[in-house]
C-alpha cells in the first residue's frame, strides 16, 4: 500500500502508510461484545437510508484513517440506499459490487453480536459516489440496521452508528479494504434525518428538522480534480489540519452561537449566511480550493442569484443549493452560469426506516 506525509505544522510531519487488510480482520467491537438474546426472523429485512451532504468538519486534527472523530455538520436528503437481508443457515451471500465493505461489516456484527449464522444480502446504492453524498457511510448505515433487524434488533441504533464509524472502510483495487474518513455526520442524520452536528468520537451533539417545505438540488461543477485516494488523503491530512488550527474555534463559534439558533427559527436565510461564512474557514476552504477557484465562483455566483443556501458537500464537487424556487426556475437561472442539476430532492427529516417481519 501507499505511504504518505501528513503534515499539521511546521514542526508536524509524519509518515502514514495505508495497510489494506482481508474484509473480517482488525474488527474493532468497542466493548460491546456480549451475550446478546438473538431471535433470527424469518423472511427479507430491508433497511433504505437517506443520503447526506456534509457541510464541514469542525477540526481535521481530530481525525484520521482508523480514528473517527473530528466533529462535523450536514443534514439528509431523498437520495437512497438500501439493503435486504436474510438470516441463513451459514455463511455470506452478497449481491452488491462493493462486497467487500458489506462482507467487512457483516463479521463485524456477528463478532459483537454472537451471531453463528449466514446472511443473503442484497444491496442498492444511489450511484452518486465520490460527490459529496456519502455513497459509503448511507450504505453501511442502511445495511447495520438490516442486520440487527435480521438478528432480533439486539443492538441500539447509537451502538451501531459507532460500531460502524470504528470500522469505516473503503475497498482496495485487489478486493481486500483499508480504514477510510468517518466523522460520524453522515450515519447520525442518515438515522434521525434533518440538519445534525456531531462532535468528536462521533457524538451526537444536536439535531433538528431543516428545511422541510424547500427543495433541494445538487449541482455538480465540471471538474477534473479527485475528490477520492491519495488526493483526498493528501488534502485532509495536510492543508486541511493546518487551517483548521487556526479556524476551529471560529467554526465552533458560528455553529453554536449562529446556526443553532437560526435552526431553531426555521431560519433558512440565516442557516444559508453561517454556512456560507464557514466555506471560508479551516479545512473547508481547503476542501474548497482543492478543485481551484471556480467552486468559489460557481457558489459566489449562485448566491448573487439570491438563492438562500449555497454549500459545497464535503470534499465536493457538489454542491447543495436549497430555495423555494421550482425545479425550472433554478434551471433558468443556472442555464447561463454553464451549469445544470444533477439531482432535484428535499431534505429528509425523517431518517432511514427498517421494514421485515
Given at each position: 500500500?501507499?505511504?504518505?506525509?501528513?503534515?499539521?505544522?511546521?514542526?508536524?510531519?509524519?509518515?502514514?502508510?495505508?495497510?489494506?487488510?482481508?474484509?473480517?480482520?482488525?474488527?474493532?467491537?468497542?466493548?460491546?461484545?456480549?451475550?446478546?438474546?438473538?431471535?433470527?426472523?424469518?423472511?427479507?429485512?430491508?433497511?433504505?437510508?437517506?443520503?447526506?451532504?456534509?457541510?464541514?468538519?469542525?477540526?481535521?486534527?481530530?481525525?484520521?484513517?482508523?480514528?473517527?472523530?473530528?466533529?462535523?455538520?450536514?443534514?439528509?436528503?431523498?437520495?437512497?440506499?438500501?439493503?435486504?437481508?436474510?438470516?441463513?443457515?451459514?455463511?455470506?451471500?452478497?449481491?452488491?459490487?462493493?462486497?467487500?465493505?458489506?462482507?467487512?461489516?457483516?463479521?463485524?456484527?456477528?463478532?459483537?453480536?454472537?451471531?453463528?449464522?449466514?446472511?443473503?444480502?442484497?444491496?442498492?446504492?444511489?450511484?452518486?459516489?465520490?460527490?459529496?453524498?456519502?455513497?459509503?457511510?448511507?450504505?453501511?448505515?442502511?445495511?447495520?440496521?438490516?442486520?440487527?433487524?435480521?438478528?432480533?434488533?439486539?443492538?441500539?441504533?447509537?451502538?451501531?452508528?459507532?460500531?460502524?464509524?470504528?470500522?469505516?472502510?473503503?475497498e482496495t483495487a485487489d478486493g481486500r479494504v483499508a480504514f477510510g474518513f468517518e466523522t460520524g455526520v453522515g450515519p447520525y442524520v442518515s438515522t434521525y434525518g434533518g440538519m445534525g452536528i456531531t462532535g468528536d468520537r462521533l457524538t451526537g451533539v444536536y439535531h433538528h428538522p431543516f428545511a422541510a417545505d424547500k427543495n433541494v438540488y445538487i449541482i455538480i461543477p465540471p471538474t477534473e480534480i479527485s475528490s477520492a485516494g491519495e488526493r483526498e488523503f493528501d488534502l485532509l491530512m495536510n492543508r486541511a489540519r493546518n487551517l483548521d488550527y487556526k479556524d476551529r474555534d471560529l467554526k465552533a463559534y458560528l455553529i453554536m452561537m449562529d446556526l443553532i439558533p437560526a435552526l431553531e427559527r426555521d431560519d433558512l436565510t440565516a442557516v444559508g449566511d453561517v454556512?456560507?461564512?464557514?466555506?471560508?474557514?479551516?479545512?473547508?476552504?481547503?476542501?474548497?480550493?482543492?478543485?481551484?477557484f471556480r467552486i468559489y465562483h460557481y457558489m459566489n455566483l449562485l448566491r448573487e442569484q439570491g438563492f438562500e443556501f449555497v454549500g459545497m458537500s464535503s470534499v465536493g464537487p457538489a454542491i447543495a443549493l436549497i430555495t423555494k424556487h421550482s425545479r425550472a426556475e433554478v434551471q433558468r437561472i443556472i442555464a447561463p452560469l454553464g451549469l445544470e442539476i444533477a439531482v432535484a430532492t428535499k431534505v429528509d427529516n425523517t431518517g432511514l426506516w427498517v421494514h421485515g417481519p
Open positions: 500500500m501507499v505511504k504518505m506525509m501528513i503534515r499539521g505544522g511546521d514542526l508536524d510531519l509524519v509518515e502514514y502508510e495505508f495497510s489494506a487488510f482481508s474484509p473480517g480482520e482488525n474488527l474493532q467491537t468497542l466493548g460491546f461484545e456480549r451475550a446478546y438474546p438473538l431471535t433470527p426472523v424469518k423472511g427479507k429485512v430491508s433497511a433504505q437510508a437517506p443520503a447526506r451532504i456534509h457541510l464541514t468538519v469542525l477540526d481535521m486534527n481530530r481525525f484520521a484513517p482508523g480514528h473517527p472523530g473530528g466533529g462535523g455538520v450536514g443534514f439528509a436528503v431523498e437520495v437512497y440506499c438500501r439493503a435486504d437481508v436474510e438470516c441463513i443457515p451459514s455463511g455470506i451471500e452478497i449481491d452488491y459490487e462493493r462486497s467487500a465493505i458489506l462482507r467487512h461489516f457483516a463479521e463485524v456484527f456477528r463478532k459483537v453480536t454472537g451471531y453463528r449464522g449466514g446472511f443473503r444480502i442484497t444491496a442498492v446504492d444511489h450511484k452518486l459516489k465520490h460527490v459529496g453524498l456519502g455513497s459509503t457511510s448511507t450504505m453501511l448505515i442502511a445495511f447495520a440496521h438490516a442486520l440487527n433487524r435480521a438478528v432480533g434488533s439486539p443492538l441500539t441504533p447509537d451502538q451501531l452508528r459507532f460500531l460502524l464509524g470504528n470500522n469505516f472502510v473503503e454556512i456560507w461564512e464557514i466555506e471560508f474557514r479551516g479545512s473547508k476552504r481547503a476542501e474548497v480550493e482543492h478543485h481551484g
